[in-house]
């Protein structure tokens, strides 16, 4: 089937879903392939459980009426979003970038959703997969689309552009994240500057943090930049206090001065600028932007802050890098609390230099005084310090929970893998 009949499919079923496990009556099932997994043997049960169609790939699953044959499916839903994609002269706004785009894409989101009906990336699916069914929720009477882009290698950010077509683009920053997969820290720019490309090449409009002077570099060309940052930008702001919560100090914007965020940590001024500078580009009035801006609560251990009797918990532990890993030592080291406790997971995907990376953390950490540092898993395990070292995060929790701190300031944070947020979960009874 063609990629035009298929939408006229989806037009009649516009609920797309890729699991089973989370299909709903009338939903398109789309039987994508993957290293351990065929659902084009699925799509049997998906019809039995209430699917209007199954999209397959292989015909010895076809059953008549049913399900619809295509080339391959992966590809096919990439070209469904855009096909869909296309149907819309709205803003689609790109984010991507080593660190905070995440949080920056729910900031962005909260500040447009103000005054325009936005869509935006739900939860972490900003990969080949999660970005068209992000652009096939896209509805008929949007105004904005916010659009999330992870990437681990060069010119996967360039293949999202293909059927995302954004007309702006964001990048939050370059740092050290997934090494192995870019080839360095340049390849991190170059693989992240192709949403720079794509937006230059298609005569789009950049949102840039002019305090990186490797950003500004990167975004020459674009026609219409619009900047943000601590000097010498459109939209300027200050961290005014971070304890317990960022407060910021922002210029240029009418009915919009100071605001106080729920967001953990200096390294969050940049997110909350770049929301402020969007809102502003599309002309929402500052003391909106400040309610969206002072409403928003982290989620999904991403800079939480957790009271938890005397203790003030940071429970960082969505994803880590050695970019990140800094940031969010050097903010706890700068707190004022007599007692801080740290616990931190090895971070992956650094390639050859993983150790030296987890040795600079090793060396940043003995610059400053902590009541206690624990280092769970990975690279932490093969390098001698004096912290304690534990092989995972639930045996670090058991010797948390043995310790009774209070009064304490915690950082928990480490890459997806290490599972960090286990730390603080307690054992099932019967249960290992």
């Known amino acids: 089937m063609n990629i035009e009949d298929l939408y006229q499919v989806y037009l009649e079923h516009p609920s797309v879903q890729t699991d089973t496990r989370k299909l709903k009556e009338g939903d398109l099932f789309f039987a994508l392939k993957g290293p351990n997994f065929n659902a084009n043997s699925f799509a049997t049960q998906a019809l039995e459980q209430g699917a209007a169609g199954a999209v397959i790939d292989d015909p010895s699953f076809h059953i008549s ?11 096919a839903l990439q070209q469904l979003a855009k096909h869909h994609r296309l149907q819309f002269t709205i803003p689609f706004i790109a984010i991507t970038g080593s660190n905070g785009k995440t949080t920056t894409k729910e900031l962005v989101s909260a500040v447009l959703s103000t005054k325009y009906r936005t869509y935006t990336t739900e939860g972490n699916l900003n990969n080949h997969i999660g970005i068209p069914l992000t652009i096939l929720r896209v509805k008929p009477d949007a105004e904005m689309a916010v659009i999330e882009m992870g990437a681990n290698h060069q010119r996967e950010i360039a293949g999202y552009c293909e059927y995302t077509l954004p007309t ?34 298609t005569q789009g409009a950049a949102f840039v943090m ?133 616990l931190l997971g090895a971070m992956a995907e650094l390639g050859e230099d993983s150790l030296d990376e987890h040795q600079a953390i090793i060396n940043l950490l003995s610059q400053h005084s902590w009541t206690a540092v624990v280092l769970v898993g990975g690279d932490f395990m093969k390098i001698p310090h004096p912290y304690l070292s534990f092989e995972t995060a639930i045996l670090a929790g058991e010797w948390f929970r043995q310790q009774n701190f209070t009064d304490t300031t915690i950082l928990i944070k480490g890459s997806r893998s290490m599972q960090m947020e286990k730390v603080l979960e307690q054992p099932v009874p019967g249960h290992e």
């Not at 399900?67 to 590809?75: A, F, K, P, Q, R």
């Not at 500004?216 to 459109?234: C, L, V």
Request: hydrophobic content about 40%; charged content about 20%; aromatic content about 6%.
């Open 65 to 75: 009426g049913k399900t619809i044959l295509v080339d391959n499916v992966l590809e």
């Open 168 to 201: 702006h683009g964001i990048i939050t920053n370059c740092g050290k994240a997934h090494l192995e997969g870019f080839g360095g820290v340049e390849g991190v720019r170059k693989g992240k500057g192709e949403l720079y490309d794509f937006i230059r090449q």
């Open 210 to 342: 002019w305090d990186y002077e490797y950003l500004r570099e990167m975004s020459k060309g674009i026609p219409e930049i619009i900047t943000y940052g601590s000097h010498d930008a459109s939209i300027t702001g200050l961290v005014k206090q971070s304890e317990p919560y960022l407060e910021v100090s922002v210029a240029n914007v009418p009915g919009l001065t100071q605001m106080k965020s729920q967001l953990v940590g200096e390294y969050n001024l940049p997110n909350i600028l770049v929301a402020v500078t969007v809102g502003r580009h599309f002309n929402i009035e500052g003391t909106a932007i400040q309610a969206a801006i002072e409403s928003y609560a982290p989620s999904n251990s991403r800079s939480q802050l957790i009271v938890s009797g005397s203790n003030r918990i940071i429970l960082d532990a969505y994803n880590a890098n050695p970019s990140s890993m800094r940031l969010a030592i050097e903010n706890i080291a700068a707190l004022t609390a007599l007692s801080k406790l740290v």
